[in-house]
């Protein structure tokens, strides 16, 4: 099996599917007339993602019933809210070989299962937006009946698009903690650093140009020497020194404890969205 040759519809047309979708098209991964996508209503955002990608995109009910039927995969990227409306409308659409990939936060296979009410393939994931320029990270989970095949097709669709890590479903509330909400942190700590910068009397451009390079840097350090973040900061921090003292105002803002307290908060909303899922399920 090959990713190129397989067609897939995008079920959800906001951040999430627009990454993964950005990422396979300037990838060449598969051909644009491979890809569609379809919301609920939005249908300015579908003219603009046509335009932007030269994929076919629709919500007039016919050909989105087509499109979803043409489907070899089927992402769905909806909002978990939104998820049971949009499920038993394709409920009646599916056959049984479509494989389906979930990205939506905290819904477990088995309630995407008694959503759909039927037996089709789950691939449950946990991407991120840094997949839209390929360099995205995302955890999977397979069901059970997810065969050796479409485990490999679907692991070269996230491969495409950046790294993947396969973990047992009941690891991907924390994993969206660290990583599927982790580029909000990064971000937030770049704003503050920007603001900062300005403050001191640097220009917004040279505050954000030093600091987008450090992020960058940092980050490819670990990578690159294989060195343990501890170990690198240390090399930063000078005994005596500035560094020393901007981590000693960290620490005494307990700044450690407070992006671990996030990664929980993130993991058990996760957890919260998908268990009030099934709750309206069992009423
Ligand atoms: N953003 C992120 O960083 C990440 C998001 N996720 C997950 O991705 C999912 C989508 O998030 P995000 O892209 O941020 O959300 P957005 O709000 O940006 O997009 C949601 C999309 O779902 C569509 N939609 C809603 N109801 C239906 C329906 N019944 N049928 C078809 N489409 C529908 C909306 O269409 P319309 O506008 O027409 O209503 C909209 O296009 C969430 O479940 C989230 O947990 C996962 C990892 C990271
Ligand atoms: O904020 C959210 O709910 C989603 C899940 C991870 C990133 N965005």
Known sequence: MNIST????FIGAGSMAEAIFKGLVEKEILPVQHISVTNQQDQNRLNELNMLYDIQTSNNAVIKKDLIKQADILVLAMKPKDAESAFQELNPLLNETQIIVSVIAGLTIET??????????IVRTMPNTSSS????????????NVN??????????FDAIGTTCVVPENKLEILTGVSGSGPAYF??????MVQAGVSGGLSEEQAMDLTKQTILGAAHMVQETGE??????SKVTSPGGATAKAIEALDSHHIHEAVQKAVYASAEKSKEMGEMIKVSLVK
């Open 6 to 9: 397989k067609k897939i519809c």
């Open 187 to 192: 971000y937030y700590m770049m704003e503050a």
């Open 228 to 233: 343990h973040p501890a170990e690198l900061r």
């Open 112 to 121: 995407i299962q008694d959503l759909l009410k039927t037996n089709n393939p």
């Open 148 to 157: 050796e095949k479409q485990q490999q097709l679907s692991l070269e669709m």
């Open 133 to 144: 320029i390929g360099l995205g990270v995302t955890g999977i989970s397979f069901s059970s």
